[in-house]
Nanobody, 116 residues
Framework: QVQLVESGGGLVQAGGSLRLSCVAS????????MGWYRQAPGKQRELVAD??????TNYADSVKGRFTISRDTKNTVYLQMNSLKVEDTAVYYC???????????WGQGTQVTVSS
């Protein structure tokens, strides 16, 4: 019943911007941390950014200063990606951690391709 719907992926030129969004629906009792991960071809899945229920944010060093994660009062998390680089090309996955009982939910992923 729980579903994470991602949108905003696509093609963009290097230096451009893209905004990803993820909306959680279904029987989620509570939401603690919301975040974004990515996996590039031949690479491990890595944390891009996450945001806690209190608004505390964490970013991968590779995206600091370029990406911004945010969440609204509903079950939605956003990732604003600016100054995109070719190396940002990856499948981006939405992740939501249910507060109690603890459980991770994942989106199906959205492709972000940055061209030079």
């Amino acid at each position: 019943q729980v579903q994470l719907v991602e949108s905003g992926g696509g093609l963009v030129q290097a230096g451009g911007s893209l905004r990803l969004s993820c909306v959680a629906s279904g029987s989620i009792k509570s939401i603690n941390t919301m975040g974004w991960y990515r996996q590039a071809p031949g690479k491990q899945r890595e944390l891009v950014a996450d945001i806690g229920s209190g608004g505390t944010t964490n970013y991968a060093d590779s995206v600091k200063g370029r990406f911004t994660i945010s969440r609204d009062t509903k079950n939605t998390v956003y990732l604003q990606m600016n100054s995109l680089k070719v190396e940002d090309t990856a499948v981006y996955y939405c992740n939501i951690i249910q507060g109690w009982p603890t459980r991770n939910y994942w989106g199906q992923g959205t492709q972000v391709t940055v061209s030079s």
